[in-house]
C-alpha cells in the first residue's frame, strides 16, 4: 500500500520552474530519501507533502489524503504525520522535558515523553532550559518533537546536520527502530552516506525533475559498473578497472607467491554516482 | 484511538505555557508589567498638580496608563512577539501539528489577559499607597471597569495579531510598532489632558481605539463633574464601547483571513 502517491506534480514562484512534473510512489514502512543540489526543487516537493505550499498543478495522496485541503480533515491528517523542519531556534525559555510534554497534548496517541527524550538521547538534559542546548541538542529536540505524535509518516528535512559522528550513529539507530514499527520515512539529505545507510530507495533530483528512483545499491548504475582492483608491485601503485573483478584478484593471487600487496577492490561510491548524475544535468 | 482534544483545552495549554514563557523572559516582564509603574512614578512625582476640583494630575494618569497598558501588553507585545515567532521558525513547527489555529489565539489572548492583570493590580496598589489614588467606590463604575479591560483586551489582542503580519521580520517589529503606540498615546490624552490637545490631534486620535479606552477609563477613575473637561461633556461610554467593537470585528476578519505561519 502506498503512503505517499504523486503524479505530474508542478510549482513554479513567478518565471522560476521550480518543480516541473513529479511522480513518486512511497511505499508503507519504507525510508525514502530525496537527493539533490540545493535549488533542484528538493525543499518546495516535500513543503508541498507536508501541506505547507500549494501547487499548480498534479495529483497528491499522502495518507490518503490531498495536503491542500484546509477543512476538518486536515486536523486529523496532521494528527497522523510527524514533520522534523530545518534547524529552529525557538521556545528557547523553555525547559526540554515542558516542550516536549506540551506537544505531545496535541495529539490523540502520543509517545511517552520519558520514552522520547530517552530514544533522541536527552535524558540528562531533560530538565536544561532549550536554549542552553548544543546544536546538535536542539536537533535531537526538533526529532523528539517530530516523534512524539507517533505519526504513520515522518518527515526529515536534513536530520542530522550538526550531529558529531557518534550522535549520528545513534541517530541512524533510531530511525531503524522507527522503521521496524511501521514508520514511513521520507528523508532529504546532503549526505550521501546517510541515505546509503538508512534509505531503501533514493530519488534523485535536480532542476525540478527526478532523475533516478532506485536502491542505493543500484543508483546510476552502481551494481553494474566496472570495479576497481588496486595493488602495489614494484613500490607503484597499479590499478585495473573490470566487470570480472574476482577474475582480477585470481590472477593477481597466482601472481604473488603470499598477500597480494596493498589491496583493495572498490565499487563507485553512492557519492561518486549522485555526483555524476548531478554534473551530467547541468 | 483516542479522539483529539478540543480546541479549548488546547488553547488553555497554550495559554499556560506562554505565560511561563514570558515570565522566564526577564525583558519583557520588566517592560510590560513594570514600564507603566514606573512611568507612574515619574509623572505622579513630577505632576502634583490638580487638574479639576477633587483631581489629581496622578489619578487622571492612571486611568491613561491603564487603557495604554491594554495596548502594550495586548496590541504592541503580540505585534512584535509573533513576527519573531515566525522568524524563528515555531510557527511553521506549530502549523505542522494537529494543533488548531483558534487554539493559539486563544493562548495569546490568556497570555495578554495574564500581563494585564499582574500590571492593574500593581498600577492600582502603587497607585493607592504613593499617589492617593481614590479606587472607584460604586458598583456601576466597576462594571464599567470590568467591560471595558475585556472589551479591551480583546481588541487589543486581536489588533496585535493582525499587525503582526504588517512587519517584514521579527527584528524589525519593534521599530514599527513601537512609534505607533507611542504616538498613539500622546494624541490620545495618556500623557496630557485630552481636551488641551490640539484639535487636530484629537480629530487623529479619535479614529483610533486608545482614546476611546482611556476615555472609559477616565470614566471609571475620575468624579462624574469631570465630564465638564470632556469633548462631549459627557463620558459617552455608548459610543466608546461601538467603536471598540467595530475595531475588534475589523481585526478579527483580518487575523482569520491574513494570518502568516512563516515568511
Not at chain 1, 513518486?24 to 505547507?52: C, D, H, M, R, Y
Not at chain 1, 538508512?198 to 545499491?217: C, F, M, S, Y
Not at chain 2, 498638580?49 to 502594550?72: D, E, K
Request: hydrophobic content about 45%.
Amino acid at each position: 500500500m502506498s503512503v505517499i502517491e504523486v503524479r505530474g506534480l508542478r510549482k513554479s514562484y513567478g518565471e522560476n520552474l521550480a518543480v516541473a512534473g513529479i511522480d513518486l510512489s512511497i511505499a508503507q514502512g519504507e525510508i525514502f530519501a530525496l537527493l539533490g543540489p540545493n535549488g533542484a526543487g528538493k525543499t518546495t516537493t516535500v513543503e508541498i507533502l507536508e501541506g505547507f505550499r500549494d501547487r499548480d498543478s498534479g495529483e497528491i495522496s499522502v495518507l490518503g489524503h490531498d495536503p491542500q485541503r484546509s477543512d476538518k480533515s486536515g486536523r486529523i491528517w496532521r494528527n497522523r504525520i510527524g514533520i522534523v523542519l530545518q534547524a529552529t531556534s525557538d521556545a528557547g525559555d523553555l525547559r526540554v522535558s515542558e516542550c516536549i510534554e506540551h506537544f505531545a497534548k496535541y495529539y490523540s496517541n502520543p509517545r511517552d515523553p520519558e520514552s522520547v527524550i530517552a530514544a533522541v538521547g536527552l535524558s540528562d538534559k531533560r530538565d536544561d532550559l532549550i536554549r542552553n542546548l548544543s546544536g546538535g541538542q536542539r536537533r535531537r529536540l526538533d526529532v523528539a518533537l517530530g516523534i512524539i505524535g507517533n505519526p504513520e509518516l515522518l518527515f526529515l528535512d536534513e536530520p542530522t546536520t550538526g550531529f558529531d559522528p557518534e550522535a549520528r550513529r545513534a541517530f541512524w539507530e533510531l530511525i531503524r527502530s522507527l522503521q521496524s514499527d511501521g514508520t514511513t520515512i521520507l528523508l532529504t539529505t546532503h549526505y550521501l552516506d546517510e541515505a546509503e545507510a538508512l534509505a531503501d530507495r533514493v530519488a534523485v533530483i535536480n532542476h525540478g525533475k527526478i532523475l533516478e528512483i532506485a536502491t542505493p545499491q543500484k543508483l546510476g548504475g552502481r551494481s553494474t559498473s566496472l570495479t576497481k582492483v588496486q595493488w602495489l608491485e614494484n613500490g607503484e601503485i597499479r590499478s585495473e578497472e573490470s566487470s570480472e573483478p574476482t577474475a582480477v584478484v585470481k590472477r593477481l593471487a597466482s601472481q604473488f607467491p603470499g598477500e597480494i600487496p596493498g589491496l583493495t577492490i572498490s565499487r563507485p561510491t553512492l557519492e561518486d554516482v549522485y555526483l555524476t548524475m548531478i554534473g551530467g544535468a547541468e | 484511538m483516542n479522539r483529539l482534544p478540543s480546541t479549548l483545552a488546547l488553547g488553555l495549554q497554550r495559554g499556560a505555557l506562554e505565560i511561563r514563557q514570558f515570565m522566564r523572559q526577564r525583558e519583557s516582564v520588566v517592560f510590560t508589567i513594570f514600564f507603566p509603574l514606573i512611568l507612574l512614578m515619574i509623572f505622579g512625582s513630577v505632576f502634583k498638580n490638580t487638574i479639576a476640583p477633587g483631581v489629581t494630575f496622578s489619578q487622571y494618569f492612571v486611568a491613561g496608563m491603564i487603557a495604554s497598558g491594554l495596548v502594550n501588553s495586548g496590541f504592541q507585545q503580540l505585534a512584535i512577539v509573533i513576527p519573531l515567532e515566525r522568524d524563528f521558525g515555531s510557527l511553521k513547527r506549530l502549523r505542522g501539528t494537529p494543533m488548531p489555529v483558534a487554539s493559539y489565539f486563544i493562548g495569546k489572548a490568556l497570555l495578554v489577559i495574564a500581563s494585564m492583570t499582574a500590571q492593574i493590580v500593581l498600577l492600582l496598589g502603587f497607585g493607592v499607597a504613593f499617589f492617593g489614588l481614590n479606587l472607584p467606590t460604586s458598583a456601576g463604575k466597576w462594571f464599567t471597569f470590568l467591560w471595558l479591560t475585556l472589551l479591551g483586551t480583546a481588541t487589543a489582542t486581536v489588533l496585535g495579531i493582525a499587525f503582526s503580519i504588517v512587519p517584514k521580520s521579527g527584528r524589525g517589529a519593534s521599530a514599527i510598532v513601537s512609534p505607533i503606540v507611542i504616538i498613539l498615546q500622546f494624541f490620545s490624552g495618556v500623557f496630557f489632558v485630552f481636551t488641551q490637545l490640539p484639535s487636530w490631534m484629537q480629530h487623529v486620535a479619535a479614529i483610533f481605539p486608545l482614546k476611546w479606552l482611556t476615555q472609559g477609563m477616565r470614566s471609571v477613575f475620575l468624579p462624574d463633574s469631570f465630564t465638564s473637561q470632556e469633548v462631549a461633556h459627557s463620558w459617552e461610554n455608548g459610543r466608546t464601547c461601538a467603536v471598540l467593537v467595530a475595531w475588534l470585528v475589523v481585526g478579527l476578519i483580518f487575523a482569520i483571513k491574513k494570518f502568516r505561519w512563516s515568511n
